[in-house]
């Protein structure tokens, strides 16, 4: 037996709860787990509060992301008493995932823990800060470096943009912080933004062009805030795109695409090519500071995440949740 929040759904309604449950109950999978870590994510709160259709089998665990041990494996890349994370594959969606101190899984979805980093470290980074480093390494490729412009990041103060902003400012870039928060500015500007903006001033409707400003931008966000910072964008910028918090709709024009070469890069971090993530994993270890971690995270144990889905919710959590899920 071990246990982890459980969703499930039936005649009366939908259910969430820590319990107790049988490990013959794990899914299919040629390696399991012992879940040391995970974490709260957005798409996590979204399928425990039930206000997302994120779960697509009942009943389902969920949590996107994991580091552990190996304690049973039949696949060749990994044996017991190997430190492994994972992170996206529909896992916590479709299948069981890492709010819970067990997980079986497919072992072409797990990548080996890096060195450089703790269980709890990783976890601290996860999913956003792994999206963060891909979106960073989007902006890379199109050539957007530390001097062509200022870096604009929306949803500043979630983790995908906590993130963003620690290493964009680590690699010498000069980052402008969007949010709807401006009393939690001092923590933005500790993680290296420059300049905090509310996000007020890119949520309405705006024009198919405006002025130019931004070199590149990473937006998690979506809908007309999107719109808007393509318009704004500088000749050749890039706007590294993987979040829709204000809406999936993008009310925009081909005007910023076609007149000023503006590239939007989709960003997905669910079905990434492993390698893809073994180089982010990589570039996190060298380009992310380690002491960043106190200002982004904090740990709860599995007793707390269902009152903590609701907050984060609610929008009454910032940066990032680490889930102890042995402890």
Not at 44 to 55: E, N, Q, S
Request: charged share 20%.
């Amino acid at each position: 037996m071990f246990n982890g929040i459980l969703i499930d759904k039936d005649d009366s309604g939908y259910h969430v709860q820590l319990t107790a449950i049988d490990e013959a109950r794990l899914p299919e999978g040629d390696v399991t787990v012992r879940v040391a870590y995970s974490t709260l994510n957005y798409k996590d709160a979204l399928a425990i509060t039930g206000k997302g259709p994120i779960v697509r089998t009942f009943p389902m665990v969920p949590g996107v992301d994991l580091a552990g041990t190996v304690e049973q494996s039949s696949n060749p890349d990994f044996k017991p008493g190997d430190q492994v994370l994972l992170n996206g594959w529909g896992v916590g969606e479709g299948h069981w995932g890492g709010l819970a101190q067990m997980a079986r899984l497919e072992g072409k979805w797990l990548v080996p823990l890096p060195v450089a980093f703790t269980a709890a470290q990783a976890m601290a980074i996860g999913t956003a800060g792994y999206t963060a480093m891909l979106a960073v390494m989007a902006l890379e490729k199109n050539g957007v470096t530390p001097d062509k412009g200022e870096i604009l990041v929306t949803g500043a103060n979630g983790g995908v943009g906590s993130f963003s902003i620690a290493i964009l400012a680590k690699l010498g870039y000069r980052v402008v912080a969007s949010t709807g928060r401006l009393e939690e500015s001092d923590y933005l500007k500790q993680l290296g933004a420059a300049e905090v903006i509310d996000r007020a001033t890119l949520s309405q409707p705006g024009r198919p062009l405006a002025r130019e400003r931004w070199a590149g931008a990473i937006d998690s966000v979506g809908s007309h805030t999107l719109a808007n910072i393509c318009a704004s964008m500088r000749y050749w910028g890039t706007v590294a795109a993987c979040g829709l918090a204000q809406g999936m709709e993008f009310p925009a024009s081909v005007a910023p695409f076609i007149l000023r070469g503006v590239t939007l890069a989709g960003i997905d971090s669910v079905m990434r090519p492993r390698q893809d993530r073994i180089d982010a994993w990589a570039r996190l270890a060298t380009d992310l500071d380690p002491a960043r971690l106190a200002l982004i995270t904090h740990e709860i144990g599995l007793g707390e995440v269902i009152e903590t889905a609701h907050r984060l919710m609610d929008g009454q959590v910032r940066g990032r949740v680490v889930v102890n899920t042995q402890g």
